[in-house]
């Protein structure tokens, strides 16, 4: 049960990290104009829930196993995304509204969100990996295990340097 | 091009000359014509006989890209109306027992039908329509009230009963019956197909126009559609710089600037004009503010025909003419002959005194020149500001002179006068008597020449902090405000086949670049150094080579660009309006048509456009409707779609038609509008659906829409409910629902804003009709907002009147089409938040639909990286639009400010005005996102943070009393009259929906006209005298001094006159002066003037004419037309008169002096 647990949590986790990957990569398009407000929010958007989800299926998931460490520490982040989807206002678009993206420095704010919540799950994800409940699991599959990390990093390293590169780009401009 | 796709409309283009004569030669023939009329290129000069040509001809094949746009069924419809111009009016028209059924079936002729195939949803349309048809038949049965029976015969496919609304025709023949009404129209189609058809040769493609362009540069005049031919500037002679509004008044005189180098030196009515406009723009050199007001000095002494071209060329040098007052003598420049060799040592003497821009082997010189004064005033650097400067703009001859007198006489003051720390709560009359000017930057004088007009082109801070950390202390908004398509009196228009342009940051060469050598120049934004491009070199002004300096991109910090096809996307679009209009029972009470179907009619011929224009309506209630215009019909065609949950097209390409085509149908259509609906049972409006129609079917082209609406939309797709508690209206509290309601509204402007298409609003309810979400279809279109609450054209005719005349502006003012505007600045500031009627694209360009020129935006800046290797900084905005005539234009304003390093110098250069606008543009945004007290919060915070930041700089302070620089001594009065403002008052009743009409006129108000809306003028009036008075076009205006905004002002004996922007108030005392009643009013005694009056009478007395020309004068060219409303003293209406003396205390707020207590006690905390 545990392992069952601790084995979706890890997948959902590297889900999450995709997903802020991917708001990474599209607001920083954003930013250096690759893309128009009206697609990067579209796009945007379409993931917001699927997000939420996937994180409250997480902080609920070690409610019931009763882990209550993660819980508690994976509550505020999943609070604050459940309290962002709902203040939006009636007449925005959505989290990520168009027309008010560029103002305020709203693009900022996201992207610093973004970035926070990369960290947040990568540290659940090692927390997940190396936590008691997949001791066996780990044992057994050290190899493939180990290796996760190592797929998914590249990815996570070509989000980061890409992002990088990018405001540096900017800052040299 | 596609001849045969093309053929029909050649053809049916044709047909224009002989049936609209006047107006089809005055749009494409008037290249031909010699006259000094729009096109002063005409000249016998080398090639510009081929643009203007081109220009008339390639509205006809523009017809190829039109249905180019119109995908298939455009494609479809070319053919069938080809072959029924052989036999479509015999045919059907002939048989005049057919009725109406016989349009359709003729129309479903061979190749037609593919077409109607095409439309899936017809069929079941039928089936579901059918009962809700008879609705409609019903509701519009009046038309025809002798017909209704073969209605049902009518029912086709279409649903489209054509409805032949020309009622009256039928009355007025005295033809009863139906069947002889279409006989009628037999016979009146009968006199088409006679014509005969000269097919034009099919024009050169207009792409090949663009290259025809070719020349090395061609200044050009503007055509304005509006253009009034004569420089009315010449006619002002005052040497008093014009004040803001009445540049406006000046925008039509423009005609053209240009055309120097290829116009016509032979006719003398042009070279007249350009005589003229050319030392107009010689005043425009020397002094950017105040264009062309003393041109016609100049213009006597020049006019002698073979100097011509000197005076041209002498023009371009403001120093010299300046100089030599009007003789042009010494710069001979003989022959159209571009010699490199004499032209470096021509100017040679002038070089010395001129240090930037002209001597190139200096490096940088730009920055040579900004440092130095920098560096000699020191610590208050602004020698004489504001009041030296002014002098130095009323007589701009005197620049030179001025300035080094100016320079030494103040410099040796310690402080400049913006720095002089005014002690508020003492100072009791802190409203000057004069209009507040804009403050000039503190350049050198080159420089200030040559920097953009304050009207167009202002910033918060004409002294911009070295970095962000000075500007936090000086706790002061930094942001641009922006009118960038001003009317402008005149502007240079250049074409080029280079646009010379930065290569890394794309910003347009500017005066403000500096050249290193001849072939390189230095961008001011991001530093790059440039090749100047061969071209560049040839200077088609002076017509010499080698002087890229003195071209006019490099002379003129406005110019206007022709752009090539680089700049296209897709072939320009014509200019095509859509009206749609609701007709429910609401709104035909409300009769609102009636004036907007006799302003059209009063304007069709105006309307910006070329050949090409196309124009369409549509009418909604709760079904919409649309009307087939095609030519060659007998009447207008009314076809109805009840189906509003998926609202399609019945025939997509007949419902835009062409406007000089169809005029005639245009015209009954017009005729006939009001009445059609007068009997109208239906309450609901269907705006969603009818607003999704408008966008299918202006997404192929673009263009505007017009929606007119009067009440809350209650049908279909984006209805809305009643958000407004009457309640809470004058809550002190919480102000709720200032956002929208759906987001419905919002994402279809986004679509139509991809589509170049705008959405004007023109809201005229009596009742909440939830303008805050309604306003979002033209906020982020690049649409504008009228509103015109309890609109009734018999109980309120001041609204009626009002709706009319902002109608007549509204459709002959200029218009550009799918424009983008891009603002670049300096390399280290950023910009962070726009405010205005538009779609923020990326993070600095402004997607717009459609530009206007009563449109003003905002940008709020940052200062990312520290400023301190740099002594200026620039903005520059380049708006690319197409302009009504289908020619792509880029207008480029260039802004230059200095840097400055200490806090004091900061202050010395607040523009106050621009900074409470900004503000209120800020305040409007944070009452939407927060709330409407937090936006009041931040107001008042705003005072207190930047006074109580200035009082800890000055250090000799007595702590007890309130100090503000004196730039900054209107900041806490300004602030308060906003408070009191209707989007931001609270405590006093304001209905929703005008609180939300006050923000959305923040928002997209340029400057001068927010500033009367902020702040209004009052003027006592009783007593007006010519002393100081202007002239404008020989009429003699007094200028009243200024009265604060205080009942302690307003004396018994006296009477006021109020500028609130959009309305006029005269008040008049219990015990005023009975000849003054008498003269101006017209009426024997104050108790027998009337409660409700509107008009000043025409009278022949003194105090009458001058009383008139100073209201005219105040009220020319403003986008929305002032009414004027006359106040007694006892009547009720005195409260809107009196809500409006923001000094006096109220209920609710406070007094000004309370307020600067108010703001003293918080910066003591």
Same mark, same amino acid.
């Given at each position: ?173 | ?126 089936? $579901?329509? /059918?009962?809700?048809?008879?609705? #409609?038949? +019903?509701?519009? %049965?009046? @038309?025809?009230?002798?017909? *209704? =029976?073969? !209605? ?72 304005? $559609?509006? /253009?009034?031919?004569?420089?009315? #500037?010449? +006619?002002?002679? %005052?040497? @008093?710089?014009?004040?803001? *509004? =009445?540049? !406006? ?72 003419? $300046? ?496 424009a983008v505007m891009r603002i670049r600045c300096t390399k280290g500031l950023s910009m962070h938040t726009f405010h205005g009627n538009f779609f923020v694209r990326s993070t600095d360009l402004l997607s717009l639909a459609n530009i206007n020129p009563d449109a003003g935006f905002a940008v709020q800046l940052s200062i990312e990286e520290s400023l301190t290797d740099t002594s200026l900084v620039c903005f520059q905005t380049a708006l690319l639009y197409t302009s009504s005539k289908g020619e792509r234009r880029i207008r480029v304003h260039t802004l230059c400010l200095p840097v400055v390093s200490s806090l004091a110098d900061v202050y010395a250069g607040v523009d106050v005005q621009a900074a409470i606008c900004l503000l209120a543009n800020m305040a ?242």
């Open positions: 049960m545990e392992t069952v647990v601790f084995v979706f949590s890890l997948l959902d986790c590297c889900a999450l990290i995709f997903l802020s990957v991917y708001f990474i990569i599209t607001l920083s398009d954003l930013e250096c104009d690759y893309i128009n407000a009206r697609s990067c929010c579209s796009k945007l958007n379409k993931w917001v829930i699927p997000e939420v989800v996937g994180h409250t299926i997480i902080t609920v998931l070690m409610l019931i196993s009763l882990h209550w460490f993660i819980f508690l520490l994976n509550l505020p982040v999943a609070t604050w995304n459940i309290y962002r989807l709902i203040m939006v206002p009636s007449g925005n678009m959505g989290v990520f509204d168009p027309t008010e993206i560029h103002n305020r420095g709203q693009l900022k704010s996201h992207m610093k969100e973004a970035m926070i919540k990369l960290g947040f799950h990568l540290l659940c994800f090692f927390m997940y990996l190396y936590s008691p409940g997949l001791d066996l699991p780990v044992a057994e599959a050290r190899e493939p295990l180990s290796k996760t990390p190592y797929t998914t990093d590249p990815h996570f390293e070509d989000g980061g340097t890409l992002v990088t590169c990018e405001r540096d780009s900017e800052m040299a401009k | 091009m596609s001849a045969p796709a093309g053929s029909p409309h050649p053809a049916a283009s044709a047909r224009i000359p002989p049936k609209l004569g006047g107006a089809a030669a005055s749009g494409a023939a008037a290249p031909a014509g010699p006259g000094p009329g729009p096109h002063q290129q005409n000249g016998p000069a080398q090639n510009q006989m081929q643009v203007p040509s081109g220009y008339g001809l390639y509205p006809q094949n523009y017809v190829a890209p039109s249905g180019h746009y119109s995908q298939g069924p455009g494609k479809m419809t070319s053919l069938p109306l080809d072959s029924q111009s052989g036999d479509y009016y015999p045919g059907p028209y002939t048989v005049p027992t057919q009725n109406v059924v016989t349009p359709n079936t003729a129309s479903q002729q061979p190749g037609a039908q593919q077409m109607y195939g095409r439309v899936p949803p017809a069929p079941h349309v039928v089936g $579901s329509a /059918l009962g809700s048809f008879q609705g #409609a038949t +019903s509701s519009a %049965s009046h @038309l025809q009230t002798s017909a *209704s =029976q073969p !209605y049902s015969s009518f029912v086709n496919h279409y649903n489209s009963p054509a409805m032949y609304s020309v009622n009256s025709s039928v009355a007025s023949q005295g033809l009863p019956s139906t069947c002889g009404h279409y006989a009628l129209s037999a016979v009146s189609n009968a006199s088409y197909p006679s014509v005969p058809y000269p097919s034009l040769p099919a024009g050169d493609p207009y792409r090949q126009q663009m290259l025809t362009s070719q020349s090395a540069l061609t200044v050009r005049p503007i055509r304005e $559609s509006s /253009l009034s031919g004569q420089n009315t #500037a010449v +006619s002002h002679p %005052s040497p @008093l710089p014009p004040p803001p *509004s =009445q540049q !406006y008044q000046q925008q039509q005189s423009l005609s053209g600037y240009s055309t120097f180098s290829w116009s016509a030196p032979g006719l003398p009515s042009t070279q007249d004009n350009l005589i003229r406009n050319h030392t107009s723009q010689v005043a425009a050199n020397n002094n950017p503010t105040n264009t062309g007001v003393d041109s016609s000095s100049t213009t006597s002494s020049a006019s002698p025909m073979p100097n011509s071209y000197d005076a041209l060329e002498g023009g371009s040098y403001p120093d010299m003419l $300046s100089s030599s007052a009007s003789s042009p003598a010494p710069e001979p420049a003989p022959e159209p002959d571009p010699a490199p060799a004499p032209v470096p040592t021509v100017p040679q003497p002038s070089k010395l005194a001129k240090p930037f821009g002209y001597g190139y082997p200096a490096l940088q010189p730009g920055y040579q020149n900004a440092t130095t004064p920098l560096n000699s005033g020191v610590p208050p650097s602004s020698p004489g500001y504001s009041g030296f400067q002014q002098y130095a703009q009323q007589y701009p001859g005197m620049n030179q002179l001025s300035s080094s007198l100016g320079g030494l006489s103040l410099q040796s003051s310690s402080q400049p006068e913006s720095l002089r720390p005014v002690n508020l709560t003492q100072e009791r009359n802190i409203l000057p008597m004069t209009p507040v000017w804009a403050p000039v930057p503190n350049l050198n004088l080159d420089l200030r020449k040559l920097n953009c007009s304050p009207d167009s082109f202002r910033c918060t801070l004409t002294n911009i902090p070295q970095t962000q950390a000075l500007l936090n202390k000086a706790k002061l908004p930094l942001g641009l405000l922006l009118h960038p398509f001003r009317d402008l009196t005149q502007l240079p228009v250049i074409t080029s086949n280079t646009i010379v342009r930065c290569r890394s940051c794309r910003t347009y060469i500017n005066p403000f670049v500096s050249f290193i050598d001849q072939r390189r120049w230095k961008c001011n934004l991001c530093y790059r150094i440039n090749d100047v491009p061969e071209e560049f070199m040839y200077n088609p002004i002076t017509r010499s080579y080698g002087e890229p300096h003195k071209r006019p991109e490099v002379q003129n910090s406005t110019v206007e660009f022709i752009a090539s096809s680089d700049y296209m996307l897709r072939p320009p679009q014509p200019a095509v309006y859509l009206f749609v209009l609701d007709v429910s029972h609401n709104a035909v009470e409300a009769g609102y048509l009636t004036v907007l179907c006799q302003s059209l009619l009063e304007n069709l011929d105006k309307l910006p456009g070329d050949s090409r224009t196309r124009i369409g309506f549509m009418t909604f209630d709760s079904t919409i409707h649309f009307y087939n215009l095609q030519e060659g019909l007998s009447q207008p065609q009314m076809l109805i779609v009840s189906d509003i949950d998926d609202v399609f097209l019945p025939t997509p390409d007949s419902l835009l038609v062409n406007l000089h085509e169809s005029k005639e149908l245009i015209k009954d259509l017009l005729n006939a509008l009001p009445n059609m609906f007068t009997n109208t049972r239906e309450t609901h409006s269907a705006l969603g659906p009818a607003l999704q129609a408008a966008f299918k079917l202006m997404s192929p082209t673009g263009g505007r829409v017009s929606v007119f609406q009067t009440q809350l939309p209650s049908l279909g797709a984006g209805l809305l409910q009643s958000r407004e508690d009457p309640n809470q209206r004058s809550s002190t509290k919480v102000v709720q629902h200032l956002g929208p309601a759906t987001d419905f509204y919002k994402k279809l402007a986004l679509d139509c804003s991809g589509q170049q298409t705008a959405v004007d609003l023109f809201l005229l309810s009596s009742q909440y009709s939830d303008l805050a979400s309604l306003a979002c279809i033209s906020r982020y279109s690049a649409g504008c907002i009228y509103y015109y609450p309890s609109f009734h054209y018999m109980h309120n005719p001041s609204q009626a009147e009002k709706l009319q005349k902002d109608l007549k502006r509204y459709l002959t003012r200029k218009i550009g089409f799918e409007v945004d944070r009452s939407i996102s927060s709330s409407l007290s937090d936006a009041r919060d931040a107001l008042v915070n705003a005072v207190v943070d930047s006074l109580s930041a200035y009082g800890s700089t000055v250090s000799n302070l007595q702590h007890s009393a309130l100090i503000a620089p004196s730039s900054l001594k209107l900041f806490p009065l300004y602030v308060l009259a906003l408070l009191k403002q209707k989007a931001f008052r609270t405590g006093t009743s304001t209905r929703l929906d005008d609180r939300v009409y006050a923000m959305c006129q923040i928002k997209c108000q340029p400057l001068v006209h927010l500033m009367k809306m902020i702040h209004p003028n009052l003027y006592r009036i009783d007593r007006l005298t010519d002393e100081g008075a202007i002239h404008v076009n020989d009429r003699v205006v007094p200028q009243p001094p200024l009265q604060k905004l205080s009942a302690e002002k307003l004396t018994r004996e006296g009477a006021f006159l109020m500028d609130c922007g959009s309305a006029f108030y005269i008040w008049i005392g219990k015990s005023c002066d009975n000849n003054f009643i008498e003269d101006v009013l017209g009426y024997p005694n104050f108790a027998s003037i009337p409660q409700k009056m509107t008009h000043l009478p025409e009278l022949d007395t003194l105090s009458s004419e001058r009383a008139r020309s100073f209201i005219t004068w105040l009220r020319d060219n403003r986008p929305l037309s002032p009414v004027l409303h006359v106040v007694k003293d006892e009547s009720p209406a005195k409260t809107e008169f009196f809500q409006h003396l923001i000094e006096d205390r109220t209920e609710a707020a406070f007094s000004y002096y309370e307020f600067l207590l108010h703001v003293q006690q918080q910066i003591c905390k």
